[in-house]
């Protein structure tokens, strides 16, 4: 499986972005996709999962109510709708797949067999 993530950019606070996460190789229905991030001179850090039922989680309370992660299995695509960005959201942005995901480690990327490259998300204050 490849991932390619795409749809970072440079916004302004407050502004939106959507990030999407496509898959290619084979179908990713079946397995649980999440999106981490990694802001400079930090360690990557989880921000949302979906699993294969679309059940989704979130890393934070503040990110459940700026961040939606919903995926469409037709386009074998996973994207990340972001409202409201803050300065803080600044990081490179992952996308990763697994078929083994379950509640316990999806915050956990070493759940996650396949990895995109990542992209840049800058918000300007």
């Known amino acids: 499986v490849q991932l390619q993530a795409s749809g970072g950019g440079l916004v302004q606070a407050g502004g939106s972005l959507r990030l999407s996460c496509a898959a290619s190789g084979r179908t990713i229905s079946r397995d649980a996709v999440a999106w981490f991030r990694q802001a400079p001179g930090m360690e990557r850090t989880f921000v949302a999962g979906i699993n294969r039922s679309g059940g989704r989680i979130y890393a934070t309370d503040s990110m459940k109510g700026r961040f939606t992660i919903s995926r469409d299995n037709a386009r074998n695509t996973v994207y990340l709708q972001m409202d409201n960005l803050r300065p803080d959201d600044t990081a490179v942005y992952y996308c990763?797949?697994?078929?083994?995901?379950?509640?316990?480690?999806?915050?956990?990327?070493?759940?996650?067999?396949?990895w995109g490259l990542g992209t840049l998300v800058t918000v300007s204050s």
């Open positions: 990763a797949a697994g078929p083994s995901v379950i509640s316990s480690n999806v915050r956990n990327e070493n759940a996650y067999y396949y």
